[in-house]
């Protein structure tokens, strides 16, 4: 079984700040790839970048990247320069290869103050 | 931009009646998810379709969920009879089958069961 694990519940970062959203997974699959998610006030899902297990480089996506550490089992989203409207909650989520469905972590709260 | 369309956006209903969800995935993709999401319990799978097969229900109650797709272009969550337990934001997903895919959501059927 997969496992995500979001250890802070809510964080908060001054505007233009870069703030880092933890993220550690369990699994027993070698092939996997990690995902976050966020989500506004409004709702909906917003899929913001990936990173698979075998790639040797960090994803980025923007402002987005993702501070993969594959024997730590960690998949960290780092926000540079936050802006008012990153404040949303954001989930981590895993899809292995044998069992193609999303398990997704509790979320982090993140508020971008002025 | 291609979208995942839920239908409908909002249902208050009584307990004891049945309430149908809709979700038009996005054309092309093979598989089809559907999650609840609760403030206890996070985001749970609901049910699993791969190229309208359905691969894994074991997260829905069976007495009383039921989902279907009975084409490409339609997935279907019912509940019969509806209880207040069932309140909860339902999303519906699609995405390729390589786990390197990500899922995109639909906006979402927020379910209030009085």
């Known amino acids: 079984a997969q496992k995500i694990t979001q250890t802070q519940p809510g964080m908060f970062v001054q505007e233009k700040e870069a703030v880092t959203l933890d993220c550690t997974y369990d699994t027993s699959d070698q092939s996997y790839g990690l995902f976050w998610y966020k989500q506004p006030s409004s709702g909906e899902m917003i899929f913001l970048i990936y990173q698979g297990s075998y790639d040797e480089q960090n994803a980025t996506e923007g402002r987005y990247s993702l501070n993969f550490q594959k024997a730590r089992k960690s998949a960290n989203l780092v926000i540079s320069a936050s802006q008012l409207g990153d404040s949303a909650m954001y989930f981590c989520?895993?899809?292995?290869?044998?069992?193609?469905?999303?398990?997704f972590g509790k979320g982090t709260m993140l508020l971008v103050s002025p | 931009d291609a979208r995942v369309t839920q239908t409908p956006r909002h249902k208050v209903t009584e307990m004891g009646q049945e309430v149908t969800m809709r979700c038009q995935p996005i054309?092309?993709?093979?598989?089809v998810f559907w999650y609840r999401q609760t403030m206890m319990q996070g985001l749970e799978l609901l049910a699993y379709?791969?190229?309208?097969?359905?691969?894994?229900d074991s997260g829905m109650p069976k007495d009383r969920f039921s989902a279907e797709m009975p084409d490409a272009t339609l997935a279907t969550l019912k509940i019969q009879p509806s209880e207040p337990r069932d309140s909860a934001v339902y999303f519906c997903?699609?995405?390729?089958?390589?786990?390197?895919?990500?899922?995109?959501f639909g906006n979402g059927t927020r379910l209030t069961v009085t």
């Open positions: 054309l092309g993709h093979n598989t």
């Open positions: 997903a699609s995405g390729l089958n390589p786990y390197n895919s990500p899922l995109h």
């Open positions: 379709f791969r190229n309208r097969a359905p691969l894994d």
């Open positions: 989520a895993m899809r292995p290869s044998g069992y193609s469905t999303l398990t």
